[in-house]
């Protein structure tokens, strides 16, 4: 299958500071990205889906001013997490999709630690 | 909106002995429905998934799903399991007309095979 590579694959930061995560597709166009978190012992819940060239569509009850994203490129999306709490480290999953009817696939996953 | 349920958070299971994984899902819409695998430090893996026609889904490393309208059960199952198989499994649900948008996932399974 297609590699999409998520970057970094774990990161601590201080509380109140922005940490930016990185999800590449390496050997295709993703023309959709798509954001996941996952708390422990729960479901992987989707937090935004961004096309490329336009702003990201945000599921409900996320914030969009705190997880700026951005998909500039076919092949890069980034997630920002802003003014980041201790409530916000979770572990944070890409996938990218070429269209709507294509397999997403996933990156391996960011675990966020905020201390 | 839809949901899924796994009720079995960890499985164990001795290797070559036969294992279900018990996946119920809930919607108002025709859906598809798809397993994933997520093995340590790896992000998510589709083992198989269901669209439309037979019933019996077969997918990669012997696994095969029965999807059960009825019952709106979409169970994975393996004959003969392998150390190997030790990992992280997900059912998840996206309404048909999205594709393979929007996944909603189960909280996951964990299979433990023991030599």
């Known amino acids: 299958g297609a590699v999409v590579s998520q970057h970094p694959s774990w990161v601590i930061c201080k509380s109140g500071t922005s940490v930016k995560i990185e999800c590449r597709s390496l050997?295709?166009?993703?023309?959709?990205m798509f954001w996941y978190r996952q708390f422990p012992k729960q479901s992987l819940m989707l937090m935004a889906t961004?096309?490329?060239?336009?702003?990201?569509?945000?599921e409900q009850g996320v914030e969009k001013d705190k997880f700026l994203i951005n998909h500039a490129s076919l092949t890069l999306s980034t997630l920002t997490v802003t003014s980041a709490h201790p409530e916000d480290s979770s572990f944070y999953i890409c996938?990218?999709?070429?269209?709507?009817?294509?397999?997403?696939?996933f990156g391996q996953g960011t675990r966020l630690t905020v201390v | 909106a839809q949901s899924v349920t796994q009720l079995d958070s960890q499985v164990p299971v001795f290797e070559e002995a036969p294992v279900e994984l018990r996946c119920n899902y809930s919607s108002s819409v025709s859906v598809y429905l798809f397993w994933y695998v997520q093995y340590p430090n790896q992000g998510l893996q589709l083992l198989l998934k269901?669209?439309?026609?037979?019933?019996l889904v077969k997918g990669i490393n012997g696994f095969e799903a029965e999807f059960n309208k009825s019952q709106t059960s979409f169970h994975l199952r393996k004959p003969s399991v392998h150390i190997s198989d030790t990992a992280e499994y997900f059912c998840?649900?996206?309404?048909?007309?999205?594709?393979?948008?929007?996944?909603?996932f189960g909280t996951g399974t964990r299979l433990l095979v023991s030599p």
């Open positions: 050997d295709f166009q993703a023309t959709t």
């Open positions: 269901y669209l439309s026609g037979s019933t």
């Open positions: 998840a649900v996206t309404k048909g007309y999205t594709g393979f948008q929007k996944l909603v």
């Open positions: 996938s990218a999709s070429e269209g709507r009817y294509t397999e997403a696939f």
């Open positions: 961004s096309n490329e060239g336009s702003k990201a569509t945000y």
